[in-house]
């Protein structure tokens, strides 16, 4: 029996206490020294020193964040304030083959922070230049010291990068234009092997054509991890099932053969042992109704009796939605003729003008666009029923302008800023016209006769001042429910620290919360244990769950404002001076009332604790893998 407890922390009264899937009770939760100490037991009120009265409130168990890049924000605001203010406890970082284990990897020609990180991050390169700076380590161990020490809010659980690994074993170069050696492959596996001991979650790889390089004459390229061929990923997966690790993966999107040829590596019948693997992202694709479908088929079949895998695809709880500053954005990197814009620095306004106004971009430019929206083919047919290739449509009814120095324009769809700028100039509109606008469309947008013309004089007029969003997936919320409860999909892809200006997902375990809300109580308690302890399990870590002795990872929520909220209006754009940049947030103020981590609050009555940040709260969660094969 515990040792009876005569001082108290906190005591957190009349809540209705969610954990670990269990029915929810209303009962008093007492914290001491970090932990939690008493549930639903008398506590005798003189010896506490904090009360709260959660009557009305639902405690649970802090969320997990697990597909995070927080990995260099880190380094500036170990408090990770944007995701605290949402009751996340705990991160995972190092997704998608991007991390710091092996420190700057600087060669003398090439610096793989700035190289990696500035177009996936949206960062500027001066950013990323001062965090390498100020690298002290070099190698997988020494990190994990480091973020030991660091003043960490939340929780963090570090993947092992994949893109690193061949830089670090290969050098810059070769990871990016060869298949590694007999020897260089022996090497990744060792090394991998031994930071897996170490305590790193797993290990991290990407196939999505997304992320590209910001490294001249090295642009036009993905991060190395894209280069890897599918036996140099079986032998690193083979670690990492023989460790009883997590591999974190995306899919090569545009090939359903080789997708389901990677992810039958997760296959226990096929190589012996499941191997643990999540893989992002089960998404409603407005483009593309198959894909959501297609992952969840793939769920089911990977585990099944018959392949044995132990297979979890990730699940966003909002609209996928994907602000771009100009041309610059995420979605724009697997479109050829976009992606060349984003190979531009942020700041070389004149590289993207030069490029906007070459006649063979122009012509090249107009095909894309327009490609499906006019003639006869299997391009309009795939068009028409929604079986694109690219996420983004090219709809410029489905496209807002959020930002402009046209202020008036601003709310607009594309389409309706389109057909103001046609009516003006042929004088069919005349009233609510100003002089300041009309100026405007007689001389940068005289020529313009059609959509393609609009969207490049738009790029060429405003550059990266005109910000813009588009929804390209999930724009059912009933679909994205049915998909966040599918017990063969996990909560994540938040992408939380990543693409700073183009999306802001960091309230997400809230929204997915609301969602789940809606059919009672019993599917409240199923979403919190997959956003709290069955992530955890996932990644092999401690957390996830409030019995007593469990460390106080914990948050207060009120049901009746979570009900009320809505993440899509509470979108703001705020300056970070740790980045010096701006960046996307979300604003879910009153929904959280209390976040606590190891027993420091963190967050309470909407306004941050003067310690996140600057004290240790969070910890370093080093995985302890299930039953490593000798």
Aim: aromatic share 8%; net charge negative; glycine share 6%.
């Amino acid at each position: 029996m515990n040792a009876p407890v005569t001082k108290i922390d906190t005591l957190i009264k009349n809540a209705k206490v969610f954990n670990n899937g269990e029915t929810p009770v209303i009962e008093d939760v007492a914290i001491t020294g970090g932990r939690i100490v008493s549930r639903g037991k008398p506590v005798d009120e003189t010896q506490v020193s904090n009360i709260i009265d959660a009557e009305g409130q639902w405690l649970m168990p802090g969320l997990f964040d697990i597909h995070t890049h927080y990995d260099l924000e880190l380094e500036v605001a170990p408090g990770l304030p944007e995701s605290t203010r949402h009751g996340t406890t705990s991160v995972v970082i190092a997704n998608c083959s991007l991390g710091l284990a092996f420190g700057n990897q600087r060669d003398g020609t090439f610096d793989p922070i700035v190289a990696c990180y500035a177009r996936v991050e949206n960062m500027p390169k001066s950013v990323l230049t001062n965090c390498a700076d100020n690298v002290t380590w070099d190698n997988p161990k020494d990190y994990l010291n480091h973020l030991d020490q660091l003043n960490l809010g939340p929780n963090v659980a570090v993947l092992f990068p994949h893109s690193m690994l061949r830089i670090e074993t290969m050098g810059f170069e070769n990871s990016i234009t060869r298949d590694p050696t007999a020897a260089e492959l022996d090497e990744m596996q060792n090394t991998l092997r031994d930071s897996l001991k170490e305590g790193y979650a797993g290990f991290s790889t990407d196939a999505l054509p997304f992320h590209y390089l910001a490294a001249q004459p090295h642009c036009e390229k993905t991060i190395p991890t894209q280069f890897a061929k599918y036996p140099e990923l079986k032998a690193l997966a083979q670690v990492v099932r023989e460790q009883g690790a997590t591999w974190q993966a995306t899919p090569p999107k545009d090939s359903v053969i080789d997708t389901l040829k990677t992810f039958l590596l997760t296959s226990g019948r096929l190589h012996g042992r499941p191997l643990k693997t999540t893989v992002v992202a089960a998404l409603d694709v407005a483009n593309n109704w198959k894909l959501a479908r297609l992952g969840k088929t793939l769920a089911r079949l990977l585990n099944s009796s018959l392949i044995k895998g132990d297979f979890h695809m990730q699940a966003l709880g909002a609209p996928f939605k994907i602000w771009s500053d100009g041309a610059i954005t995420p979605i724009a990197e697997e479109i050829p003729e976009l992606r060349r814009l984003n190979e531009t620095d942020l700041e070389d306004r004149a590289g993207r003008l030069k490029i906007l106004t070459d006649a063979d971009y122009i012509k090249s430019f107009r095909a894309m666009w327009m490609k499906g929206k006019q003639g006869w083919g299997i391009a309009r047919l795939k068009r028409k029923f929604d079986l694109e290739d690219f996420a983004f449509n090219r709809n410029l009814a489905d496209m807002t302008v959020d930002l402009c120095p046209q202020t008036n324009w601003q709310g607009m769809s594309f389409q309706e800023a389109l057909d103001r700028v046609l009516a003006i100039k042929s004088a069919t509109l005349t009233d609510g016209v100003s002089n300041e606008e009309r100026n405007l469309v007689q001389t940068d947008f005289l020529m313009v006769a059609d959509e393609a013309d609009f969207m490049l004089q738009m790029l060429r007029s405003f550059d990266t001042d005109l910000s813009w969003s588009t929804v390209t997936a999930n724009r059912s919320m009933e679909t994205v429910r049915e998909l966040l409860m599918d017990p063969l999909l996990l909560p994540g892809f938040n992408d939380s620290g990543a693409h700073l200006t183009n999306m802001a997902f960091y309230d997400v375990n809230l929204r997915s919360l609301k969602l789940a809300a809606t059919g009672g109580d019993a599917d409240v308690s199923y979403m919190v244990k997959r956003l709290t302890k069955d992530a955890a399990e996932v990644f092999g870590v401690d957390g996830g769950s409030i019995y007593e002795g469990d460390i106080a990872d914990l948050i207060l929520v009120d049901p009746e404002k979570l009900a009320a909220y809505d993440g899509e209006q509470h979108v703001k754009r705020i300056h970070r001076e740790e980045f010096q940049t701006e960046q996307l947030v979300n604003r879910s103020d009153g929904v959280v009332s209390l976040v606590m981590i190891g027993g420091h609050t963190a967050w309470e009555n909407n306004d941050f604790s003067s310690h996140l940040g600057q004290t240790p709260m969070g910890r370093l969660l080093r995985s302890v893998h299930a039953s490593p094969q000798q």
